[in-house]
């Protein structure tokens, strides 16, 4: 496979491929309300990037993409997503954490592992590149979860001179 020629091509093609994948299971007769709901669902698809960054852990394109869909798999098979309606992606996003909670630290085994042996095999400059390009892929979904956390929060401040209840 050739390299991308930039690098937010793995992005859009991971974070796009995962939307579509949402949309296509679990909004298949709602397409307004997918619409309504992609900021959100992006926020919840990005969340684990931003957990692996925290823990100084890169993952191939690929891994990450199956480490969503698996989870994708578990909600349609055990959960009833069309019961939470409007609250699907928080739904989605309390699944995702609930499972980086139970599982991360043998994710962070795994990862750390695969890291330190692509480590010594970064003095080939075959995969160098690879490898470059995977860390730049997790960096752009960090930085995109990041942004959308940042308008989250600035939505969710008040006017300094609206009153509070209590």
């Given at each position: 496979?050739?390299?991308?020629?930039?690098?937010?091509?793995?992005?859009?093609?991971?974070?796009?491929?995962?939307?579509?994948?949402?949309?296509?299971?679990?909004?298949?007769?709602?397409?307004?309300?997918?619409?309504?709901?992609?900021?959100?669902?992006?926020?919840?698809?990005?969340?684990?990037?931003?957990?692996?960054?925290?823990?100084?852990?890169?993952?191939?394109?690929?891994?990450?993409?199956?480490?969503?869909?698996?989870?994708l798999?578990?909600?349609?098979?055990?959960?009833?997503?069309?019961?939470?309606?409007?609250?699907?992606?928080?739904?989605?996003?309390?699944?995702?954490?609930?499972?980086?909670?139970?599982?991360?630290?043998?994710?962070?085994?795994?990862?750390?592992?695969?890291?330190?042996?692509?480590?010594?095999?970064?003095a080939?400059?075959?995969?160098a590149?690879?490898?470059?390009?995977?860390?730049?892929?997790?960096?752009?979904?960090?930085?995109?979860?990041?942004?959308?956390?940042?308008?989250?929060?600035?939505?969710?401040?008040?006017?300094?001179?609206?009153?509070t209840?209590?």
């Amino acid at each position: 496979m050739p390299p991308a020629a930039d690098s937010s091509a793995p992005l859009a093609a991971t974070a796009e491929e995962l939307l579509l994948a949402i949309r296509l299971r679990f909004y298949t007769t709602r397409i307004a309300d997918y619409h309504r709901d992609r900021q959100r669902l992006l926020y919840a698809v990005t969340w684990p990037a931003a957990w692996l960054d925290e823990r100084g852990l890169t993952c191939a394109p690929q891994r990450y993409q199956t480490l969503i869909e698996e989870r994708l798999q578990v909600i349609a098979a055990h959960g009833t997503p069309s019961v939470y309606g409007a609250y699907f992606p928080t739904y989605l996003l309390k699944c995702l954490q609930d499972f980086f909670d139970r599982y991360g630290d043998e994710l962070y085994c795994e990862l750390k592992h695969i890291r330190n042996a692509l480590d010594q095999l970064l003095a080939s400059a075959r995969f160098a590149e690879r490898v470059q390009r995977h860390a730049r892929h997790l960096d752009v979904l960090v930085s995109t979860h990041r942004l959308i956390e940042h308008r989250l929060a600035e939505r969710k401040t008040s006017a300094p001179n609206q009153l509070t209840l209590f």
